[in-house]
């Protein structure tokens, strides 16, 4: 029998209704992108939006204010967007409020460009090393939250081939230096954490275009003219397509949510192939039909950047590819890839 009245009985419904929302909502998983605006951050979030039946919240944060509209139209509206400065922290507080405790933080965010970093390293080091994003992990009282960080390939001083994980990092730019900086400090401060050294990321253009110049249709672009162009022949990277990378972060994450286990790791990010600069520009050309007599090999010392670049720091990636079981695409299959894209767009 029950003893209460009609409107004490929807009040009870809507209570329970609320609670088993309150369950659900607690149940689901949650991701925070920083630096979702940017190359890779807004090619995760893509994938993150294309994915069927996932149970788990979507956050981002950036420091451009507003967040580009193409960016916003193409995304879910259940995405939350969040103004975060890095360098002060600003911004961490209402993605507690309204967010709460991410179980997975990806930080994409970063000052990438050598001569910028070189020119500014207090800036160089506030924004690469996540000091405010990991002093606020603390202010939850269950600190369980993985931390995917993407580093670079550049914290290797380039004086061989095939760096692993476990060689001496030696950078030789400020850049370099502010990203051992922030591994170090990382190691230090995060019971959880993935480090990935990445080395150039390269793929289609991104939902809203970035400013940046992208590697391949940078090249395409000045082939295409029929002008001849001086590519560096003595400086070798291990180019990684984009999807890869977000291949990367997502299996850490899914691993990381399914099983929940300490997760200390470095990987080196990188493609199959070692290739130098005249290498990058002779697939788009062999692949485009250009004239690869185009193609002018010059040393990396006869140009001045403003900044010491390493020579060689091309990657062994055979722990990424034992423990992920992931297998970058080749750099030309890659770039075949990306001017697919770039035709379709």
């Known amino acids: 029998m029950s003893f209460s009245s009609p409107r004490q009985s929807k009040i009870l419904f809507s209570v329970s209704k609320n609670i088993r929302k309150q369950k659900k909502k607690m149940s689901r998983k949650r991701v925070l992108v920083v630096g979702g605006t940017g190359y890779l951050g807004q090619h995760l979030l893509?994938?993150?939006?294309?994915?069927?039946?996932?149970?788990?919240?979507?956050?981002?944060?950036?420091?451009?204010?507003?967040?580009?509209?193409?960016?916003?139209?193409?995304?879910?509206?259940?995405f939350d967007f969040f103004h975060v400065d890095l360098r002060t922290g600003s911004g961490f507080d209402a993605v507690s409020l309204k967010f709460g405790q991410p179980d997975v933080?990806?930080?994409?965010?970063?000052?990438?460009?050598?001569?910028?970093?070189?020119?500014?390293?207090?800036?160089?080091?506030?924004?690469?090393?996540?000091?405010?994003?990991?002093?606020?992990?603390?202010?939850?009282?269950?600190?369980?939250?993985?931390?995917?960080?993407?580093?670079?390939?550049?914290?290797?001083?380039?004086?061989?081939?095939?760096?692993?994980?476990d060689d001496k990092t030696t950078p030789v730019n400020v850049y370099g230096k502010s990203k051992v900086a922030a591994e170090n400090y990382i190691a230090e401060k995060c019971s959880n954490f993935a480090i990935l050294r990445s080395s150039i990321i390269f793929g289609p253009q991104t939902l809203s275009p970035v400013r940046k110049s992208l590697p391949i249709q940078w090249i395409d672009g000045v082939l295409s003219k029929g002008d001849k162009v001086e590519f560096f022949h003595?400086?070798?990277?291990?180019?990684?397509?984009?999807?890869?990378?977000?291949?990367?972060?997502?299996?850490?994450?899914?691993?990381?949510?399914?099983?929940?286990?300490?997760?200390?790791?470095?990987?080196?990010?990188?493609?199959?192939?070692?290739?130098?600069?005249?290498?990058?520009?002779?697939?788009?050309?062999?692949?485009?039909?250009?004239?690869?007599?185009?193609?002018?090999?010059?040393?990396?010392?006869?140009?001045?950047?403003?900044?010491?670049?390493?020579?060689?720091?091309s990657m062994d990636i055979t722990k990424l590819v034992q423990t992920l079981n992931i297998h970058p695409v080749t750099y030309r299959d890659g770039v075949k890839l990306t001017l697919a894209a770039e035709a379709k767009s």
């Open 46 to 78: 893509q994938t993150l939006s294309e994915l069927q039946g996932t149970s788990y919240d979507v956050a981002v944060t950036h420091h451009s204010a507003p967040p580009p509209q193409p960016l916003l139209d193409a995304l879910p509206p259940s």
């Open 105 to 165: 933080v990806v930080n994409c965010a970063a000052l990438s460009v050598p001569r910028v970093c070189e020119n500014d390293p207090d800036s160089a080091m506030s924004i690469n090393v996540p000091s405010t994003l990991v002093n606020w992990f603390s202010s939850f009282t269950e600190n369980r939250i993985l931390l995917i960080h993407l580093s670079t390939d550049q914290v290797y001083e380039g004086v061989k081939s095939f760096y692993k994980e």
């Open 234 to 313: 003595d400086e070798y990277r291990c180019p990684v397509y984009v999807k890869d990378v977000v291949t990367v972060i997502l299996a850490l994450t899914n691993g990381w949510l399914s099983d929940g286990k300490q997760m200390q790791m470095v990987l080196n990010v990188g493609g199959p192939d070692r290739v130098s600069r005249v290498q990058m520009a002779e697939a788009v050309a062999d692949i485009r039909g250009y004239n690869t007599t185009l193609i002018k090999p010059v040393s990396a010392s006869s140009v001045e950047r403003g900044v010491r670049s390493p020579a060689d720091i």
